[in-house]
């Protein structure tokens, strides 16, 4: 088995993490790996970074997890949040370990921030095994209608009791249209989901 060592990444790393984002989700030739990846450079060159970890094997960076800004809207107040996004792991490192220790990661980085969930949209079998749990058992409505209520998840960290409501992303995420799925995307995974 490689060894893969997790670790802060810094601009030194800035170009091959975008590489990997790319590869990672423009399985195909889609486009959407650069849609993910003029996201992410976006948000790192912006306010709402809050950390970023990379997997990397021999010197290679192989993998990367974000973690940035949002906020829950709850009744009382604004309260300051995490999401987790992108996770990205290079194709050819896949089904290896490397996105479940990013995400140990993203959620160690998390709790060190002080704040009090770390929410994401993406697969429940997946994350789910990894510590993250439906938002909606927590109170959250997702930022858009378009993501689908298995989809959006949570990990708890210091909530309490009053801290419920919708989640709200920065408008980086709306510029990029990176909130939610449109169909067909939408459509498939609703239906692979059993909510068509």
């Known amino acids: 088995m490689v060894a893969v060592e997790i670790r802060p990444a810094g601009p030194a790393v800035a170009d091959a993490v975008l590489q990997v984002v790319r ?26 970074l809050l950390a970023e970890r990379v997997a990397v094997v021999d010197g290679e960076v192989v993998g990367h997890v974000g973690v940035s800004h949002c906020w829950i809207d709850a009744r009382r107040e604004l309260v300051a949040a995490c999401m987790l996004s992108p996770l990205s792991t290079a194709p050819a490192h ?39 749990e439906p938002a909606a058992a927590h109170g959250f409505e997702a930022p858009s209608r378009r993501v689908p209520a298995p989809a959006f998840q949570v990990v708890p960290l210091a909530l309490e009791g009053w801290m419920t409501g919708r989640v709200v992303y920065p408008e980086v995420w709306w510029r990029h249209d990176s909130t939610g799925l449109r169909d067909p995307d939408l459509a498939e995974v609703e239906a692979a989901l059993g909510l068509s």
Request: hydrophobic share 45%; proline share 3%.
């Open 94 to 132: 896949q089904g290896r370990g490397t996105g479940t220790a990013l995400v140990a990661a993203a959620i160690e980085a998390a709790r060190g921030l002080g704040r009090p969930a770390m929410f994401l949209e993406g697969s429940p079998s997946f994350y789910g095994a990894r510590g993250f």
């Open 23 to 48: 590869a990672a989700f423009g399985a195909g030739g889609s486009a959407h790996g650069d849609q993910v990846a003029d996201l992410w450079a976006e948000v790192r060159a912006g306010e709402h």
